[in-house]
């Protein structure tokens, strides 16, 4: 066995590396692989971790999910994908229901596939989601009113809470920050997380549709668990591994 412990630089850059491409790592596999002790790893994984490099879990390390970029930026990453996710979103919508749409870039691409005569009532915290389904001529449309967040691009704070505990939705399709298989579903920011899990907490199906680059990520503050969400929309060629065995199904985007 190569002694890889003279080289930790070279061995902290090679973690990187394999969490770039399967955002997680186990650290028996990578004392095994690199030939050396699993203490030397978790020694790794602890520096790394104080870089702001990853997110220590149980027996490894994920990587963490960062999002600094205003909605505006955002919603112009990942176009076909989050279409298709979109797409898929708006089959999974039952006639006279209400449902919930969180911010964000792919439920405001969904406004596009919902049918215009369909018959339901629209909840959201996002005035460009609102702007987008104004024209509706059937249903009902509901802005939640808070102060604007721009970072998020939602009303968020405790008018908007609020207003959410004195409705229950059939469906709601929650934002995702980061996706984890043992930590569950994450935000970015503390405002949004909170307000996430008073929506979560009215609603009788929770849907999420996930895009590759937040599967397998941990934001820094912590939303539900996975099986909490009902359903996750990935794309055909997401990795989903170490996610098929939980209490949620999964459908494929095409």
């Not at 596999?29 to 790794?44: C, F, P």
């Not at 969180?102 to 959201?124: F, H, K, N, Q």
């Not at 005035?127 to 001529?137: T, W, Y």
């Not at 998020?152 to 207003?163: A, E, I, K, R, Y």
Request: proline share 1%; glycine share 6%; hydrophobic share 40%.
């Amino acid at each position: 066995m190569t002694d890889y412990d003279a080289f930790p630089e070279q061995r902290q850059a090679r973690i990187q590396e394999i969490l770039a491409k399967t955002g997680r790592v186990i650290g028996t596999d990578l004392a095994r692989d690199m030939g050396v002790s699993e203490h030397t790893i978790r020694r790794d994984l602890q520096q790394m971790a104080r870089k702001g490099l990853c997110k220590k879990v149980y027996g490894g390390a994920i990587s963490e999910f960062k999002q600094s970029a205003i909605f505006d930026v955002r919603a112009a990453d990942n176009v076909e994908e989050k279409s298709c996710l979109a797409r898929k979103c708006a089959q999974l919508i039952r006639e006279n229901t209400c449902i919930f749409l969180d911010a964000g870039s792919t439920y405001l691409a969904m406004v596009e596939y919902i049918p215009e005569d369909m018959e339901i009532t629209i909840v959201t915290n996002s005035p460009q989601i609102a702007a987008a389904l104004s024209s509706r001529a059937k249903g009902e449309l509901i802005l939640l009113g808070g102060k604007v967040n721009h970072l998020t691009g939602s009303t968020l704070g405790s008018d908007t809470v609020n207003q959410v505990r004195e409705m229950l939705f059939d469906q709601t399709f929650i934002g995702v920050c980061g996706l984890d298989s043992q930590v569950g579903l994450s935000a970015v920011y503390y405002e949004d997380a909170c307000f996430k899990k008073e929506i979560l907490s009215q609603s009788n199906e929770v849907i999420a549709a996930v895009t590759q680059d937040k599967m397998s990520k941990v934001a820094r503050y912590k939303v539900a668990q996975c099986d909490d969400i009902d359903i996750i929309i990935v794309s055909q060629d997401t990795n989903v591994s170490g996610f098929e065995n939980l209490n949620m199904h999964i459908e494929r985007a095409s």
